[in-house]
């Protein structure tokens, strides 16, 4: 019901930053967070940063904090992640999420997803 498209996505040294970009697109009108996760090869799913889309009200993990920012453009109905002092753990296929119920960090709440956008960081 709601589509997802992320990209910015790339390779940058340790310590360089990149912004990573989610459009979203449907009936958007039914979304009340929107979430950043990622997933490195072998690993789960795991939460980055969500935020709701009228408050602007944010949480992040604790392994992002102070290095990543997440914003929103209601106008453009776009999320964004500016991830700054980035390091190699931070390597991993990101994607874009839409919750309908809460502000929340299980990824197993969202029930929207985009396909996702590679961020690689070389030490």
């Known amino acids: 019901q709601v589509q997802l498209v992320e990209s910015g996505g790339g390779l940058v040294q340790a310590g360089g930053s990149l912004r990573l970009s989610c459009a979203a697109s449907?009936?958007?009108?039914?979304?009340?967070?929107m979430g950043w996760f990622r997933q490195a090869p072998g690993k789960e799913r795991e939460f980055v940063a969500t935020i709701t889309w009228s408050g602007g009200r944010r949480y992040y993990a604790d392994s992002v904090k102070g290095r990543f920012t997440i914003s929103r453009d209601n106008d453009k109905n776009t999320v964004f992640l500016q991830m700054n002092s980035l390091k190699p753990e931070d390597t991993a296929v990101y994607y874009c999420?839409?919750?309908?119920?809460?502000?929340?960090?299980?990824?197993?709440?969202?029930?929207?997803w985009g396909q996702g956008t590679q961020v690689t960081v070389s030490s």
């Open positions: 999420a839409a919750s309908t119920t809460t502000l929340t960090s299980a990824p197993g709440t969202y029930a929207n």
């Open positions: 449907g009936r958007t009108f039914s979304v009340y967070a």
